[in-house]
Nanobody, 113 residues
Framework: QVQLVESGGGLVQPGGSLRLSCAASGFTFSSQLMSWYRQPPGKGREFVAQITSNSETTHYADSVKGRFTISRDNPKNMMYLQMSDLKPEDTAVYYC??????WGQGTQVTVSS
């Protein structure tokens, strides 16, 4: 059974940091290109960051470049999103996804004072 389970979301003040985690199971994680997407309140889902299977290449949305870092640990079947200098516009439900079309249930990130 394929599972992607996000964790690490929460409420943080502007300028703060959070680290999201994505635990994968039920498929060959190490062979999959992985991504983070987010859905702000009242808006559509948008791309955040992507990482190749061997971590050789990463790609970021312009809105998060320089503030967010995507990484993965293939032996642990884990992916991460380190978020710093958070802004209110980063408020969204964050999803991890595999290239094969698997999605997690999402974790809420709220940036507010």
């Amino acid at each position: 059974q394929v599972q992607l389970v996000e964790s690490g979301g929460g409420l943080v003040q502007p300028g703060g940091s959070l680290r999201l985690s994505c635990a994968a199971s039920g498929f060959t994680f190490s062979s999959q290109l992985m991504s983070w997407y987010r859905q702000p309140p009242g808006k559509g889902r948008e791309f955040v960051a992507q990482i190749t299977s061997n971590s050789e290449t990463t790609h970021y949305a312009d809105s998060v470049k320089g503030r967010f870092t995507i990484s993965r640990d293939n032996p642990k079947n884990m992916m991460y999103l380190q978020m710093s200098d958070l802004k209110p516009e980063d408020t969204a439900v964050y999803y991890c996804t595999a290239w094969a079309g698997y999605w997690g249930q999402g974790t809420q990130v709220t940036v507010s004072s």
